[in-house]
């Protein structure tokens, strides 16, 4: 039986978005989701879903009914030879994972955390770190949506210019209801988290980069830094230092959990587990070409100006992707992301630190703090007159358009 409230407040996880949509439903099958939704649709109201909830940006909001699509999780297939996986959008990250191993295969890369839905870390071009690897949305072959006219509309490699603006869509061409992944064959990950100073990360960055599947580093501006991420004691200009090794899967490995090193399945290794919301995130993709220019910009403002800002400053890395709106688009990148610190009035440093990337032609992700509008999108997104092509044809009323993304998107 359909879950259905009336009017009542809805607020994401970091607490910093709210509002009252007309109605909230979680349908407990597609079926069900297209008949509900659907009606919306054709009644001319404004509709949303929702994920899990991991976005610090109003990009949840609807004037109209939120959709929880939860309870629509489900493996539809895997397909170890093709290497391919097809999974309801309403999906968590954290539910399948180990069905695809189970099939032989796993996710190519991914985030710090798994309580993303898929739909919802797609939609916003989700991504972990390493130049061999694009964002999630990257690896996306096909999506099952339901468009702005109430219709069941597939996409794939047939269709490539719905395919380039479905990757990362923000749900603006619909809600998404399946989603087939490119993945590839397990494999385990050994995570090794190490403690340096900034000299030697900054004198070894391109081997560590070189050498691993995945190199990011936290460097910390104060001695209290680290307990904002609940990260191990990390002292004052020492970064701490995530590296993941891929191992594929086979009898001879050997899972082990001590503490700063530890090899297991790799969706497993990916979550570093932060669970309370202390922080409102801001992160910048930048070409990966400008990074220590980037980086210098960022310790600059934090070491001279900013000197009361606490906030880890993390840095990845991601292969440049062809999705239409994708912060990796075309563009290998290198993310940048400083917190706000709840509590304090984080927004001058915040809007300093988006200053400092300005000459970077920095793309925000966009399900995190950022100041974009039409001018800044169209300046650094080439293709964004593509994307609101395609955001037209699948939505022409505009239903799945609120304040925020109309400004930049109708
Ligand atoms: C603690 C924390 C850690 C994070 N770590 C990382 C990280 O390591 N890497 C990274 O890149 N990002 C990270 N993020 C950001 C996060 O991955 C993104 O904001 C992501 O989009 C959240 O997914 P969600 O399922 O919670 O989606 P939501 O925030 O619920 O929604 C995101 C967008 O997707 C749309 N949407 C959701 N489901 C559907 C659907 N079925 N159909 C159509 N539209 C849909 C929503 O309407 C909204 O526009 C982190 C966020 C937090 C809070």
Redesign the pocket.
Known sequence: MTERTGTSQWT???KNQTFSPTNISKPRSEDEAIELMRRDILAGNPL?????????SP??ETAGSLFD?SGTERVFSVDADTLEAVVA??SRLSSVGEPLWAAGVSIANQ???D???V???I??????SGIEYG?MSATVNRLRILNGRGEVVDIDESTPEWLKAGQVS??LL????RVGLKVVPAYYLREELVVMPWSEVSERWDELLADHHHFSFWWMPAERSHEMYKLPPTPKDHCFVKLLHKIPAGPSVVESDEPMRRTGRAYRMYPDG?TD?EFH?L?YMVGSNHARDAVEAVRHLMLNTFTDAVSPFQVRWQKGDHALISPQSERDSTSLSVSGEIGRDYWPFLRAVDAALSPFAPRP?W??VNFMDRVRAEAVYPHLDRFIKVRREMDPHGLFLNPYLSDIFA
């Open positions: 994401n996880w970091g949303r879903v929702v994920g899990g909830g991991h976005s610090f990009i949840v699509l959008g309403g985030g710090d955390i309580a993303q839905s739909a919802g870390a939609a916003t071009g989700t991504k972990g964002s923000l749900g619909g809600p998404v209801l932060t919301a995130e992160e992700h399900g995190k």
